[in-house]
């Protein structure tokens, strides 16, 4: 097995294309299909993967260290950094089909929940858009919005328990234990298909005792183990070439971003 070091990502910017956000090489591209599972040191970091798998934030930090669009397509800020424009991604829809509106992305933003709701003075859904005005000037608001506490869910509430999430990400929940497992199914169509997403399932169970978690690598119950230095993974694995440290697990996106190789 291969130990993965996980390294800061700063930089902000835009990139789109697959070989940009993963990291790769075009010899080293990812394959569709199997099952990734994984073995979290506790029930925060069962979250961290399952949140990732289910929902989505306006804006993500690829795996190369650049801000780019994830709900949102564009975002557009005032001379002094007040007044922002954000568009939406059109055709976005949660997990039970419902659509996803700029209502429900706004909502998220001012919950009671949101890192960002004290520094917006006003803020509506306009079109397939939202126009905010912040208290203060901000030029990193965007890069703000890449928090996963800004998951975007149906009118902006989160429900309390895993097992209830609904989100527009790539995968689905299945079963879900809160602070024990999660298990998520790929859903059949994303507009990230061909850049994430790669295997069919993902499962997360938290085991808290290291050496434990390390036997079960050791004996192939699990692909990858948190280790004390980061990420332990089997030789079957692909990953990508920089995995995040800005959170766990590569960020938390370890389930859209990693594959069986």
């Keep these: ?16 294309a697959l070989l940009a956000a ?4 075009a010899e080293t591209l990812p394959r569709r299909g199997g099952r990734l599972r994984i073995a979290a040191a506790d029930g925060p970091g069962v979250a961290a993967v399952a949140r990732g798998a289910v929902f989505e934030t306006l804006t993500e930090v690829a795996p190369d260290g650049l801000l780019r669009g994830e709900l949102a397509t564009g975002w557009h800020g005032s001379a ?4 922002w424009r954000v568009d939406l991604r059109d055709g976005a829809v949660f997990h039970d089909g419902r659509p996803l509106t700029a209502d429900d992305v706004l909502a998220t933003l001012m919950s009671a929940a949101s890192p960002v709701a004290g520094m917006i003075a006003a803020g509506r859904a306009e079109g397939h858009g939202l126009q905010l005005e912040l208290a203060a000037g901000d030029p990193q608001f965007p890069y703000r919005l890449s928090d996963p506490a800004l998951a975007v869910a149906p009118g902006g509430e989160m429900p309390g328990s895993m097992e209830d999430w609904v989100g527009s990400g790539l995968y689905r929940v299945v079963t879900a234990r809160d602070g024990r497992q999660y298990l998520g199914r790929r859903v059949d169509a994303h507009w990230k298909d061909g850049q994430a997403g790669w295997v069919d399932a993902v499962e997360v169970v938290a085991i808290t005792d290291a050496r434990v978690r390390g036997e079960a690598l050791r004996d ?10 980061g990420l332990a993974a089997g030789d079957h694995v692909g990953e990508p070439r920089i995995v995040s440290a800005r959170g766990r697990l590569d960020d938390g996106r370890i389930a859209e971003r990693w594959w069986i190789a």
């Design 1 to 16: 097995m291969s130990r993965l070091d996980r390294r800061a990502l700063f930089a902000s910017g835009a990139a789109a």
């Design 22 to 25: 993963s990291g790769l090489s």
């Design 80 to 83: 002094d950094a007040r007044h």
């Design 220 to 229: 192939g119950f699990v692909d990858v183990a948190e280790a004390e230095d």
